[in-house]
């Protein structure tokens, strides 16, 4: 279509052919297309788009607005007849369509119906209202403004305030392809981390010895103190803060082949909307007992990105390893001490332990509204008592006792 309004050159047809568009396209039809650019010779009358330079910046579940506006360098244009457009960039040459306006036609695609709407402050203003952000919202936005055969695009980039997190399964190190790592991250609460964020997550100190895939296809991995175990003292492939790595960088493999090579993944999680709680039961639990726990206090076993959120968003510092929803066993420390795994904070890991053991508490999750059915002072044991006295009994059986 953007050739053919090229093709076009009648201002009405073009317009009358948007508005079919617009109300006739399906969600995704424009996603993975191809973006062509023009080069526009007629100068007077051209209209000119402005974007804020740098990136707005907000956090899961918040609301943001991509500022936009439009003027004509020449005066005897009016603003009826213009059509606004966003798009999203999820390739270097492939858009995601967002939003389409055309006068009194307004249209959202895909994930961002009931979420996105033009601000409409005044004649000029293309600028986007984006509610209840989420993790996938993060990236680079383009702003396009069309009137007739003129228009012109700015840029607006989307940061998400959060954390970077390094993360591998059970499986071990190095097992997954660059699809396996996506839905590692999705399944932990979070998204593949970008180059950016893991750049900035290593400049906050992020020290990891381990190559993971980003969401752009790269293997990288931050390096604050460097180590020849964790490619030598400095060297090519680092992107440190002088010339050379003495002071530690980011290691690039580049982009690798992403359906055959395995590697770890970094991912990125935001703000929670919920809160995360350290549930210590009588008696420590087996990993199939960790969801009951969690249920009778209204709760699921919380997720890895989930405790690293808490960790770094909300302050959460506790000395206690406990068991999480991928089986994994962890706890966070906000302020280093003895005893807590180190000189520096940080979610400590004591890796994938036998599941049957009764090794730890647990940590939850419980998602905002939901009802903590044993406030206070209750805990957990089974009904008619005996407590651990009677031998072994059945975690299923648990149910919430006032002690």
Known sequence: MVCARAALGRGALWAAAWGVLLL??????????????????????????QTAPGQVVSHRGGTIVLPCRYHYEAAAHDHDGVRLKWTKVVDPLAFADVFVALGPQHRAFGS????????????GDA???????????????????TNELEDDTGMVKLDLEGVVFPYHPRGGRYKMTFTEAQRACAEQDGILASAEQLHAAWRDGLDWCNAGWLRDGSVQYPVSQPREPCGGLGGAGSAGTRGDTASGGVRNYGYRHNAEERYDAFCFTSNLPGRVFFLKPLRPVPFSGAARACAARGA?????????AAWKLQLLDRCTAGWLADGSARYPIVNPRARCGGRRPGVRSLGFPDATRRLFGVYCYRAPGAPDPAPGGWGWGWAGGGGW???????????????
């Open 300 to 308: 699921a076993v919380a997720k890895v990105g989930q405790l690293f």
């Open 24 to 49: 006739t396209a399906p969600a995704g039809a424009q996603r993975g297309r191809k973006k062509v650019v023009h080069v526009l010779e007629g100068e007077s009358g051209s209209v000119v788009v």
């Open 389 to 403: 006295a009677g031998g072994a009994r059945d975690p299923a059986a648990w149910t919430p006792l006032r002690v």
């Open 112 to 123: 961002y119906r009931g979420r996105a709407e033009l601000q409409g402050d005044g004649p």
């Open 127 to 145: 600028s986007l209202v984006l509610r209840n952000v989420t993790l996938q919202d993060y990236g680079r936005y383009e702003c396009e403004v």
